[in-house]
Nanobody, 124 residues
């Protein structure tokens, strides 16, 4: 079973930037779409961004579009989330997610594996 390990969270001020990283185990990383989700206290986990297996397609929640950028390095089994212009409402635990196999390696919104999460706190 694949293991996903997030890193890069922390405490920042509004307007700052952070880059989250997710390291995946396994030899088939490049065949799966990957995504990022977040969960704020008292709220349901929500979709943030996703990327297809070869990186040619990306998907974003409206709330982060234009501020966050998802990318991947298949040679390093890593997916990144660059977060700019952070807002207090971005405060949450951020989770890396791996898609099950899909046709063309595209993101379909289903999850096969989750990471343990990394905390991001944005102060005003």
């Amino acid at each position: 079973q694949v293991q996903l390990v997030e890193s890069g969270g922390g405490l920042v001020q509004a307007g700052d930037s952070l880059r989250l990283s997710c390291a995946a185990s396994g030899r088939t990383f490049s065949t799966y779409a990957m995504g990022w989700f977040r969960q704020a206290p008292g709220k349901e986990r929500e979709f943030v961004a996703a990327i297809s297996s070869r990186g040619e397609s990306t998907y974003y929640a409206d709330s982060v579009k234009g501020r966050f950028t998802i990318s991947r390095d298949n040679a390093k089994n890593t997916v990144l989330l660059q977060m700019n212009s952070l807002k207090p409402e971005d405060t949450a635990v951020y989770y890396c997610a791996q898609s099950p196999p899909t046709l063309g390696g595209l993101w379909r919104g289903t999850i096969a594996s989750w990471g343990q999460g990394t905390q991001v706190t944005v102060s005003s």
